[in-house]
């Protein structure tokens, strides 16, 4: 099984430098799962993930990708 890798940090900084709090708030998750998910160490429910790309305005896969066995 490949990895999920994701844009969540660029995508914060070149949205007016939002902290990993601020996306928290948007989304319905703690700092610390935020955290988790942008090291790579957590992945997102669907839920999450889709909501994740709705407060950048991206397609899920811009977003995130899936890295290895297709």
Do not use: C, W
């Not at 939002?18 to 955290?35: D, F, H, P, S």
């Not at 991206?58 to 297709?70: A, C, Q």
């Amino acid at each position: 099984m490949g990895a999920i890798t994701n844009e969540i940090r660029r995508l914060r900084f070149e949205h007016g430098e939002m902290t990993q709090q601020e996306l928290a708030e948007k989304i319905g998750v703690t700092r610390q799962t935020v955290n988790a998910i942008e090291l790579g160490k957590y992945s997102p429910s669907l839920e999450a993930a889709f909501r994740i790309s709705a407060v950048f305005g991206k397609p899920l896969e811009s977003v995130f990708h899936h890295s290895g066995d297709s």
